[in-house]
């Protein structure tokens, strides 16, 4: 693709891309009188124009109907979590009984680590990768406790090399293979939430399984950014958020997928709550756990309408299109965007450093970008311009021209913005 920093070429590309309209769905903050320019949907995705008629519904519902809106609400509320399956499923690539919303992500990381993280003798070892997000980190240091283990020891950080940012694959691949019979559980972000780089998920998986290990992971930064399979992949088990790329609102709704071979499987040991209890005698309010196949059989609650609500309404958008239809855009726009900071870095003694894999089969659309020294007023400069990014210490700023809503034009004026604050 031959990219070119001009307002014309931006216009050119915007006419030709076949998601333009989709960003009219959603509702942008405003700058002095204009929308942001927004690139920060690997924090918090933008509010689907359709979340509040939705919300209202429920709300409505609940007003007329009160209790028994569980049974008369347009979308039953007793059934409520149901209606998220057949979309989730495309969106990461499962059958619909092997993904269910509930809780939140790092809730999950715990309630799928206590039935997939049984260590056993010398089998105890879990892999991570290093700078994995920290709730992430904190999960598996308590998660090493409560089985009366030393983290130290059991967790297992693969670091990228001296003088690298990334971590290699094939390190990856080495380490699992090193571990063999002590590794119990690959626990990997499939995309870093810091560096942007895609883990390639299938070949993890499969290097687990040759060692008798299983596979998790947290796909916070991947859902909705990446075309994924993880049925096909053969994951046994995988979380996310749903308020990044999903565009489902603050603290919304999580979700998780467990493969149906192990979805199957109602002996494997959980936290039980009556919400993954056999649907058909739930309300027996009987005595003794008898979970559901699939994943519903993890959850515990009944479903929080109000914030799965929206999650329904972000979901719709992602109805309207498909994860290949935005992963051919992300891949032209990120490219756009990496071309953009590479040319105004050039012309500026090499002021930026992109850390994200050059490799567009290697990332999803988050382009992180090492500020040398200049992070903080870098990202101060931008914000007062009204371009939308986020800042992690020391000096990087994370930006992701998301599909769903971002145009070229938001790119170009990335661009003109991070001139004008170099100037
Ligand atoms: C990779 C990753 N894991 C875990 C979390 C924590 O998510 P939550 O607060 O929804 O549990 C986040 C939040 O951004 C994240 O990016």
């Known amino acids: 693709m031959e990219y070119r920093f001009s307002e014309e070429f931006a216009r050119e590309m915007d006419q030709q891309d076949p998601l333009r309209e ?73 059958k619909p009984s092997e993904v269910v919303a509930m809780n939140g992500l790092t809730s999950n990381i715990h309630i799928m680590m206590t039935t997939f993280y ?49 971590i290699r694959h094939e390190d990856i691949l080495a380490r699992i293979e090193e571990l063999g019979d002590e590794l119990v559980l690959v626990m990997i972000g499939g995309v870093n ?33 990446i075309d994924l399979q993880l049925h096909d992949w053969n994951v046994d088990v995988a979380m996310w ?25 109602t002996s494997l040991l959980r936290f039980g709550g009556w919400w993954g209890h056999d649907k058909e005698d739930r309300f027996k309010m009987e005595p003794d756990f008898n979970p559901m196949k699939g994943a519903e059989g993890w959850q515990l609650s009944n479903a929080p309408v109000f914030s799965m609500a929206v999650h329904r309404a972000a979901l719709d958008l992602f109805d309207k299109t498909s994860m290949k239809e935005l992963c051919a ?30 490799d567009p089969n290697e990332r999803g659309c ?29 000096n990087v700023i994370r930006c992701a021209p998301v599909p769903m809503y971002n145009s070229f034009m938001d790119v170009y004026g990335f661009g003109k913005a991070l001139n004008r604050a170099l100037a």
């Open 22 to 94: 989709m960003r009219n769905e959603y509702l942008f903050p405003q700058h002095e009188g204009k929308d942001v320019l927004y690139f920060c949907g690997n924090s918090l995705g933008l509010q689907p124009k359709g979340a509040a008629a939705i919300l209202k519904q429920e709300l409505d519902d609940w007003a007329k109907f009160g209790v028994e809106g569980h049974f008369e609400a347009k979308r039953p509320w007793f059934a409520y979590h149901e209606f998220f399956s057949e979309s989730l499923a495309r969106i990461v690539g499962a």
């Open 118 to 166: 049984r260590p056993s003798g010398k089998r105890n070892k879990i892999l991570c990768e290093a700078k994995a997000f920290p709730s992430d980190q904190y999960a598996l240091e308590t998660q090493a406790k409560i089985h009366g283990l030393d983290p130290k020891e059991v967790v297992i950080e693969v670091t990228p090399r001296d003088g690298e940012h990334l």
């Open 193 to 225: 939430y810091y560096s942007g780089q895609l883990f390639d998920m299938q070949k993890i998986t499969e290097a687990a399984h040759n060692v008798g290990a299983l596979v998790c992971f947290d796909l916070a930064h991947a859902v909705g950014n």
């Open 241 to 265: 958020c749903s308020y990044k790329y999903m565009n489902s609102g603050p603290g919304s709704v999580a979700g998780v997928f467990v493969h149906e071979k192990h979805g199957n499987d």
């Open 329 to 358: 855009k992300s891949e032209k726009l990120s490219g756009f965007f990496e071309f953009v900071v590479d040319h105004i870095s050039e012309s500026s003694d090499g002021q930026f450093e992109i850390i994200t894999p050059r």
């Open 366 to 394: 988050q382009i992180s970008i090492l500020a040398h020294g200049a992070g903080r007023e870098l990202y101060d400069e931008l914000m007062a311009q009204g371009v939308v990014v986020d800042f992690r210490e020391p």
